[in-house]
């Protein structure tokens, strides 16, 4: 004897299985979700920490030129000197 569903038993079957696949997708969808806030908090934190960094160079870049300002001004003295030893010397 073959088994022959009913109209109702087939739309529950089908019912159930839409049910089934909506709770699945909906699932998908919270899991999705999810993972768009931690990427947009993940490049939340890179972006604040690129900033950090440019801030960073652009003190560490000011340094250097102050640097290059003394070091110019060592030059010139010692240049100074050296002609000064020079003169002397004949």
Do not use: W
């Amino acid at each position: 004897m073959l088994f022959n569903p009913t109209p109702i038993e087939k739309l529950s079957t089908l019912t159930n299985d839409l049910l089934n696949k909506y709770n699945s997708v909906k699932e998908e969808l919270d899991t999705l979700r999810q993972e768009m806030v931690s990427i947009r908090t993940q490049g939340e934190t890179k972006e604040e920490e690129v900033e950090r960094l440019k801030n960073e160079l652009r003190a560490k870049d000011a340094e250097l030129t102050e640097k290059n300002s003394e070091l110019a001004e060592k030059d010139a003295e010692i240049e100074a000197i050296v002609a000064k030893i020079e003169s002397l010397l004949g």
